[in-house]
């Protein structure tokens, strides 16, 4: 079962956005789903994870502004970005341990 992120794309400061990760098959074939970015020149860092219990850990630069919500009947996890900032811009992508990277989604938030 792969994981595909997409929804990613230009929005000014303060704006809005929904990321999808949508499974190939059956969503809980992955017991915990993260969300991960990359911006330009940094690594790779954790933004947020989802249990099939439904506990969630968020990176402490996105508490209280990105929601992740696992929808078990759309095999699909989202990642809800509100009050996007330019140091939000980058490539997101969505994994589960066990699962290899795909190719991300390009977020980038103008000032």
């Known amino acids: 079962v792969q994981l595909q992120a997409s929804g990613g794309g230009l929005v000014q400061a303060g704006g809005s956005l929904r990321l999808s990760c949508a499974a190939s098959g059956s969503i809980f074939s992955f017991s915990i789903i993260g969300w991960y970015r990359q911006a330009p020149g940094k690594q790779r860092e954790l933004v947020a994870s989802?249990?099939?219990?439904?506990?969630?850990t968020y990176a402490d630069s996105v508490k209280g502004r990105f929601t992740i919500v696992r929808v078990n009947g759309k095999n699909t996890v989202y990642l809800l970005m509100n009050s996007l900032k330019p140091e939000d811009t980058a490539v997101y992508y969505c994994?589960?341990?066990?699962?290899?990277w795909g190719q991300g989604t390009l977020v980038t938030v103008s000032s």
């Open positions: 989802i249990h099939v219990t439904g506990t969630t």
């Open positions: 994994k589960a341990p066990q699962g290899s």
